[in-house]
């Protein structure tokens, strides 16, 4: 039996694993500034970072706990997922290989 690639049902694992995923990075993205932040005050302070970098910390758990809970971006990530595994369904190639450029020299 053929899935159909237009099918919206979700599993158990991609509602509990993949789209989380998906959720993690794309926050991570959009709170970059904060993961900069904190990176670069864990880079300055070595050993004591967990004294010294607190509030840069706390600034990019509230970034990305906002994103967590917010229910339109789940949406977007969820519709995000089912578009990839739509196409990956009708193709057979998964995203990133379908990203990946081919070599210049062919």
Excluded: W
Excluded at 27 to 39: G, I, K, L, N, P
Excluded at 70 to 85: I, M
């Amino acid at each position: 039996m053929a899935l159909d690639p237009a099918e919206q049902h979700l599993r158990h694992v991609e509602k509990d694993v993949l789209i989380p995923k998906i959720i993690r990075e794309k926050a991570r993205e959009r709170c970059s500034e904060q993961v900069e932040d904190f990176t670069r005050c864990c880079k300055d302070s070595g050993i004591l970072m967990v004294l010294k970098c607190r509030k840069e910390n706390s600034a990019l758990k509230d970034c990305l706990t906002a994103y967590y809970n917010d229910p339109a971006f789940y949406e977007e990530c969820k519709l995000e997922y089912l578009k990839e595994r739509e196409e990956f369904r009708k193709t057979g190639v998964p995203t990133k290989k379908r990203l990946q450029k081919l070599p210049t020299n062919m």
